[in-house]
């Protein structure tokens, strides 16, 4: 389709008043009218919404700070026309058309989820994230191993994000955590992922954990425990609390695969081998229980 502008055009003609004088100040320049006992503070809160739904993300971070009310406008809804504006300019076309996104319900999940999908500037020279802003590709590259890091990483809190092979996954598929410090490219086709100190993972092909440079077992724990299939989306949990990682996988909990977690900022991350696979991963936000 067209390209759509990164940001919406000059402020409707049917706002007046402080409306547009909240407006006309630029990022932002609400929030600094409010703070300052101007006009701003006074808006009716669907106003308040349509002059939110120009800002950016990081301008959105600082309104909300400003009072209550403008908390409760910006996070009472997440399916408001702030975070719809939003995800309209911030998410490929693809990314909202197709089922990409479909485990994530809300226009504000959607935006948290781009925010933190795999970082363009921390992979294997290897790969490269395609335009939906989700999924990674490897290149056809002879006897190397290729991984990729999200843009944001935890210390604290319960996280949940889904990872599913659009390709074949070759002799070596993982999924899992790591540190900054952790290679995201390798010779050879090896479990990359979990080969140091410094990740965790889970290889698809054989079930098997790795960390260190060692097998921790397989996994999931069980008699003849079912292959992973292309296309299969597997969940995984990141309990910075517990110091836990788990995964899931249609619905089901197979288990804590690692424990006793360090209490340093983990990013989930993958390694491939496979010519031309494809990989996606989307952030889901805090886990649901039960």
Known sequence: GAA????PG???AGLSGSGREA???GPGGGAAAAAAGGPGWRLPGRVLELVFSYLELRELRSCA?????WHRVLHGDEN???WRSLAARCLAEEALRTDILCNVPTYKGKVRA??????????SRNVYIKKNGFTLHRNPIAQSTDGARTKIGFSEGRHAWEVWWEGPLGTVAVIGIAT???AMQCQGYVALLGSDDQSWGWNLVDNNLLHNGEVNGSFPQCNNAPKYQIGERIRVILDMEDKTLAFERGYEFLGVAFRGLPKVCLYPAVSAVYGNTEVTLVYLGKPLDG
């Open 10 to 12: 000059p402020p409707p």
């Open 180 to 182: 900054k410090r952790a």
């Open 23 to 25: 407006m006309a100040a």
């Open 114 to 123: 781009f925010h933190h999908a795999f970082s363009t500037n921390d992979c």
């Open 4 to 7: 759509r502008p990164s940001r």
């Open 80 to 82: 408001s026309e702030v």
């Open 65 to 69: 700070l400003v009072c209550k009310l």
